[in-house]
């Protein structure tokens, strides 16, 4: 088995990788100024999606350009993100280098759908694919791909706690080479229910002393977790942007999530901002809890929440994910200053960071790999794949981080 590294490689971002030149695992953006793709002019036989983010499907509708007509296999749960995810590319970036297909090509998507479920065996490109749930997402898939000859395990992004929103990953299926994702390999998170107790807590208090809690969000999955732990701990809540989309699609596939129902009585807990006459700023005056994209503080309806509450000491903003380097989220954090419409604001509004990471930490990477101590170990899509192999390396296993672009022949 010949797997090619497009993207991924020691980055967080473009995941895509190609399996004897005929199947295409993943096609991502890396989001960035301008954007980066994967590396590379794969014309596949098909398309096999792991999950819904933007930096595993992000460019998938590219890849329909011309008469290419892949198939695209994905659980439904990511066939829906990625048309949500696409739809808005569109609309914040069509016709841009941002954006490297059309309308057209979301369309076309509908012509090479595929759905299947978890551990439901099928064929694309002559191999044999069974998903198997990674707990990341809803929907997010763990990919095992058989060629007759070798079987290989690809992790994607995946977490091995239970989460409120997710199951985390059971799922040890035998496989001979595995490409493991490495985001928080050199990360430990703090207890969960520590970490939740906590964001309740600074929320209640804040909302007693008169003040408003915004929380930045990722619309997928993040925001659904949160508006879980709002209903749990009996916070009254709003939700806007992107999330209330997918909050709706998600409730239409409980069987990928760890409780239907419960998510049903968070919905109706919440409740949904259209932004319609200064609905944003009405709110924003109001002792209450704001869920909303984006997850970084870099665009979405967060721009309306936050400067209407950074002048005031008693308000707060509660980042509830990674903060990548160079985003509004990081540089609050750093510097008590954040972007906003334009310019550079100080904000007086105490800033924290929660960690609601939906990927495994160092030891559940270390938890997770210890099923496959005799098989060959591929380490990608982190930043630090090269150190975390060397890891694995002296403690016995077959371990390596390949470069981007490079073929390893397992």
Known sequence: MDVQFLGGA????RSAILVNDRLLL???ILTATPPQYPVGDPDPEAVVVSHGHLDHVGAVPALLSGSSRPEIHWTPPTAELARILARDTLKLHGGTMQCPFTETHVARMGEVDHRHGYRESFEA?????TFYNAGHIPGSAHVLVDDGETRLL????FHTDDTRLLNGTTARPDADVVICESTYADVRHD???AVESRFAETARTTMWEGGTVVVPAFAIGRTQELLLVCEAHDLECYVDGMGTEVLSMCRQYPEFLRDGDALGRAARHAREV??????RKRIADQNTVIVTTSGMLSGGPAMTYIPEIRTDPINRISLTGYQVEGTPGRELLETGRCELNGGIYPVSAKADLFDFSAHADHDGLREFLGAYEGSTVL????DSCAAFAEELRA???EAQAPDLGKTVEC
């Open 26 to 28: 993943d096609y991502g």
């Open 191 to 193: 207890d969960r229910d």
């Open 379 to 382: 380490v990608n899509h982190g």
């Open 10 to 13: 020691g980055e967080v971002g």
């Open 154 to 157: 690809y992790t994607a992004d």
């Open 125 to 129: 490109a002559g191999h044999e694919i």
């Open 274 to 279: 259209t932004g319609r006459d200064g609905q």
């Open 395 to 397: 403690d016995g296993y």
